[in-house]
C-alpha cells in the first residue's frame, strides 16, 4: 500500500495513520485528540483555497491545517 501524508488524500479519501512526523505540543496535541497509529481518517472537506482541511476520525470530526496534515503519514486504502 502506498503511504502519504494525510494533505495528500483527496476528499473522500480513507487512509490508515502509520507515523506521526511532528514535533512539540501540536504532536502532542493531535494524540490526545484520537490521531494516532493504526486509526482510519476519511477527508471530509478542505477549505476553498485547500486549508485547513477536515477529516473524520473516531466518530467526530477534527480540523487541521495542511501544514500539520503534511506531518501525518497514512496508508492511503483502496476501494
Known amino acids: ?32 485528540m484520537g490521531l494516532t497509529p493504526g486509526v482510519r481518517v476519511t477527508v471530509r472537506g478542505r477549505a476553498p483555497l485547500g486549508d485547513p482541511i477536515r477529516a473524520r476520525l473516531r466518530g467526530y470530526s477534527l480540523t487541521l491545517r495542511a501544514e500539520d496534515a503534511r506531518g501525518v503519514m497514512v496508508r492511503r486504502e483502496r476501494a
Do not use: A, D, N, Y
Open 1 to 32: 500500500m502506498e503511504c502519504v501524508s494525510l494533505e495528500q488524500l483527496k476528499w473522500g479519501e480513507t487512509g490508515v495513520v502509520e507515523e506521526i512526523r511532528l514535533e512539540g505540543p501540536v504532536r502532542r496535541r493531535l494524540i490526545e
